[in-house]
T-cell receptor, first 114, second 109 residues
Framework: ETGVTQTPRHLVMGMTNKKSLKCEQH?????MYWYKQSAKKPLELMFV???????ENNSVPSRFSPECPNSSHLFLHLHTLQPEDSALYLC?????????????FGPGTRLTVT | GQNIDQPTEMTATEGAIVQINCTYQ??????LFWYQQHAGEAPTFLSY????GLEEKGRFSSFLSRSKGYSYLLLKELQMKDSASYLC??????????FGAGTTVTVRA
């Protein structure tokens, strides 16, 4: 139990669908992150939120839209995705974005775009 | 961009020692992390180095040389459960964390 939960764990969607990924952290952290993990490639940072404010958008295509209503919840809204977007999407949280605080990861959502 | 290199795969025998090297070139430096990720699971934190030297935590140790842009993770007394991917991650001057592609360690009986 890492204190960070993600739903759904698996998602199959067509290129014209709209879906959302949800992340919730129960650790009292102030920073939350979305990462993309593709096979044999490094984890790619997508978005960073600190105290509900987006502080990093790592040149992510607009078909990915994050939302952070409060410090405990983070969403990733998906629309008109491409097959190359199929990957494991990981959410993480940390106490702050600086300092020695490690990031705690959720179990991820395995996304397949058909 | 940032450049973080680590070997793709390593194999070792149960009870042995394995050393996973990581070299990095980043815009500034604010700490290096090692994470363990079992197949199908979330990465979990193993160690953090920000000053040069060795940090020991039970069977796992991590070393850092900032002048060389180099770190290693040492796994001692290997157990079957240590079979996993080990991720090296470096935080740059803007506190942005960049990951290597990971080293898959296979422990054989």
């Amino acid at each position: 139990e890492t204190g960070v939960t993600q739903t759904p764990r698996h998602l199959v969607m067509g290129m014209t669908n709209k879906k959302s990924l949800k992340c919730e952290q129960h650790l009292g952290h102030n920073a939350m992150y979305w990462y993309k993990q593709s096979a044999k490639k490094p984890l790619e940072l997508m978005f960073v939120y600190n105290f509900k404010e987006q502080t990093e958008n790592n040149s992510v295509p607009s078909r990915f839209s994050p939302e952070c209503p409060n410090s405990s919840h983070l969403f990733l809204h998906l629309h008109t995705l491409q097959p190359e977007d199929s990957a494991l999407y990981l959410c993480a949280s940390s106490l702050e974005t600086s300092g020695s605080d490690e990031q705690y990861f959720g179990p991820g959502t395995r996304l397949t775009v058909t | 961009g940032q450049n973080i290199d680590q070997p793709t795969e390593m194999t070792a025998t149960e009870g042995a020692i394995v050393q996973i090297n990581c070299t990095y070139q980043t815009s500034g430096f604010n700490g290096l992390f090692w994470y363990q990720q079992h197949a199908g699971e979330a990465p979990t934190f193993l160690s953090y180095n920000v000053l040069d030297g060795l940090e020991e935590k039970g069977r796992f140790s991590s070393f850092l040389s900032r002048s060389k842009g180099y770190s290693y993770l040492l796994l001692k007394e290997l157990q079957m459960k240590d079979s996993a991917s080990y991720l090296c991650a470096v935080r740059d001057r803007d506190y942005k964390l960049s990951f290597g592609a990971g080293t898959t360690v296979t422990v054989r009986a």
